[in-house]
């Protein structure tokens, strides 16, 4: 009987139980088995249940793929499946019929067969059942009504919880999502005075979706205060494209691809904070996207010299070309502008962020090629090559080196070579080498502020993740000639961090 009747049972859902002491005794006595405490019994039972919760209803035998008509039990399966439709497989299409069976599973089981007999029976259309079935079932109805009255119960208990639970959800949409890290950083030769430092911040996401294919993101940020991250809404434009209505916190690498596995190039930083962006996918190898984005610190503020036209600002477009699985190619151009405070070579020299000191509005053209190419399976390898050229838009006084500098010119030169592999020690770690030249000025009409030698910053890190929220960062770095000037010393720098994600 129990050999037959395991097809049956082994495709239900049931509920997670919570058992007396004298219903362990029951059990056990029932069973026979060897439970000598009601967490073990539990464990057992939800290891089971957690199994069955994958199972979807099957209307035919074929549909299951490790089921053959070879089989002891095919002709009972079959019977089951297509005369009574109240046995079921899992969503890979196998059954698992030598898995072990508990008995409230069985309960389970009998109770769905029961339903879908007394279905048959009111309906009354055919002559599907025979008196020895009919009595047969009684017989087993008897038997475990026990198991039967508790699955009840808990589907009702269930049920009611469910209803509680959504009638005081957040929200039937939002998400919620975020990070928090906390990192260990020591630097050698920067400051003989300088101490070790260990920093820490988090962030949350509230994300939402009114179609299914849109994504409207509110994001918080802080180390200490808390502020706004990133704040945007994505939707669809026909099915290759996407639009972006940014309010602050993005980059141009949020609408276009960087094309690189380690860091992205300084060019798309010169787009970044709030205004909009549009990607679309041409065909299966061509791809545009353009974004303008004003500052954060200035999209919001009408005050002259900001908002979102008169302040800062970067506009970019990029042409990306992926003529296989394995090589893409981007093709990268950006308008930048600054009334004060330009960052034109980001990440490079003071000189390359300022070419024309700090007061002096500045405009800039930059262009750049990103690529990457991935070897099979690994590595994968990046570059890119950027050049800018940079104009003087005003002048901040008649005093000094910039007097008169309206109209003067700069350009800027940078480079970088990446190298990562994936999965070095476990599945989802990665060990990433980079070798960059910093943003450097190579010509300038202020002659004063030309980089005198070239900075090179070379990288090695290791991202290994310990589970599946909890990741370990580390790396370690050199600058060499920091400013691009030979007569300051190389910075070495080692990091170490946890990311846990929430």
Known sequence: MKKCLLPIASAILVPSLTISDAGLAQINSSLGSPFTSVEELSSDVGENVGDSRQREQTTSVSQLSDIQPTDWAYQALQSLIERYGCVGGYPDGRYRGNRTLTRYEFAAGLNACLDKINELIASATSNVLAREDINRLQRLQDEYAPELATLRGRVDALEALTAELEANQFSTTAKLFGSANFTFTESWNKDPEENPTFAGSATLNFDSSFTGRDLLRAGLTGSGEISWGSVFYRFPLGFRGQFYLVAKGQSATSVVPSLNPVSSSPIYGLS???????????????????????????????????????????????????????????????????????????????????????????????????????????????????????????????????????????????????????????????????????????????????????????????????????RWDSSLSVLINPESDSDNDSIWEGKMGFTFSL
């Not at 036209?309 to 394995?326: C, E, Y």
């Not at 262009?367 to 990457?372: K, R």
């Open 272 to 470: 970044s904070g709030g205004g909009v962006g549009i990607n679309y996918q041409l065909n299966d190898w061509l791809e545009i996207g353009a974004t303008y984005f004003g500052s954060d610190d200035s999209i919001s503020d009408p005050s002259e010299g900001k908002g979102l036209f008169n302040g800062q600002f970067g506009a970019l477009a990029q042409v990306t070309l992926t003529p296989n699985d394995r090589l893409g190619i981007g093709l990268t151009y950006a308008r930048y502008y600054a009334p004060n405070s330009p960052n034109v070579g980001r990440g490079g020299s003071s000189f390359a962020g300022a070419p024309f000191g700090e007061d002096t509005a500045t405009s800039a053209n930059a262009y750049g090629i990103e690529a990457n190419y991935r070897f099979g399976d690994s590595p994968i390898a990046g570059a890119w090559v950027g050049y800018t050229e940079a104009k003087a838009e005003g002048s901040p006084g008649s005093q000094g080196i910039f007097a008169g500098t309206r109209g003067a010119e700069a350009e800027i030169w940078h480079w970088a070579i990446a190298l990562a592999f994936p999965d070095v020690g476990k599945l989802g770690a990665q060990l990433r080498f980079l070798f960059k030249m910093e943003p450097k000025v190579t010509s300038n009409d202020v002659s004063e502020r030309i980089d005198p030698d070239t900075g090179f910053n070379i990288q090695a890190s290791y991202r290994y993740p310990l589970t599946d929220r909890i």
